[in-house]
């Protein structure tokens, strides 16, 4: 069952923008986490927020999270060529040791 | 500093070959997962496993069966390959995440890419 929704599914920017990414989901979770996939790579940590947080940052890049609209969003600031790849939010409802992941939004940074 | 190997990153095979992809982790992990990717379906968890011996099926677990005899590996099988299990295959790892405290990060090996003709 896919639990995080992205928004949009691809996503053209210029380099030095900013890059905004949109997560929504169904059920109450205990946190929400990023990850990046390059082409043809595994998936790779950016970030976790959890459910009793609103903001975190981490270098470039911002989540929030509003557990009211079951929705998080991913912010990357001063959008580099190296960006480019594909972001996954994936929820943790916190029991089963399992992560649900969305089918992702293609990043595409041109330089 | 590889930390999730998966043996193999591009098989092809032929339908009714019986398939095994290989992961391996070196980083103590109680927790292993092998996934699916598909484009425009995200990834889609097959089956998991929180400790040796022990199996858990995920959503998509028909065709499916896997095998975790030693804690660092994890071992996912096609018992008869078909045309729709084309697909990137991607295997993780993550710590116990029992307890409030506790977050499901999972660290993932490289892919295995593979081809049922």
């Known amino acids: 069952s896919q639990q995080g929704e992205e928004d949009p599914q691809a996503l053209s920017i210029q380099e030095g923008e900013n890059a905004t990414m949109n997560c929504s989901y169904k059920t109450s979770i205990n946190n929400l986490q990023w990850y990046r996939q390059n082409s043809g790579r595994g998936l790779v940590h950016l970030i976790l927020i959890r459910s009793n947080e609103r903001e975190k940052h981490s270098g470039r890049l911002r989540v929030t999270l509003d557990t009211s609209k079951k929705s998080s969003s991913l912010l990357i600031t001063a959008s580099r060529a190296a960006d480019t790849a594909s972001y996954f939010c994936a929820t943790d409802a916190g029991y089963g040791n399992k992560l649900v992941f969305g089918a992702g939004t293609i990043l595409r940074v041109k330089s | 500093d590889v930390k999730v190997t998966q043996s193999s990153r591009y098989l092809v095979k032929r339908t009714g070959e019986k398939v095994f992809l290989e992961c391996v982790q070196d980083m103590d992990h109680e927790n292993m997962f092998w996934y699916r990717q598909d484009p425009g379906l995200g990834l889609r968890l097959i089956y998991f496993?929180?400790?040796?011996?022990?199996?858990e099926k995920g959503d998509i677990p028909e065709g499916y069966s896997v095998s975790r005899e030693k804690k660092e590996r994890f071992s996912l099988i096609l018992e008869s390959a078909s045309t729709n299990q084309t697909s990137m295959y991607l295997c993780?790892?993550?710590?116990?995440?029992?307890?409030?405290?506790?977050?499901?990060?999972?660290?993932f090996g490289a892919g295995s890419r593979l081809t049922v003709l």
């Open positions: 496993s929180y400790d040796v011996k022990m199996k």
């Open positions: 993780a790892s993550s710590l116990s995440n029992w307890g409030f405290s506790g977050a499901n990060v999972l660290t």
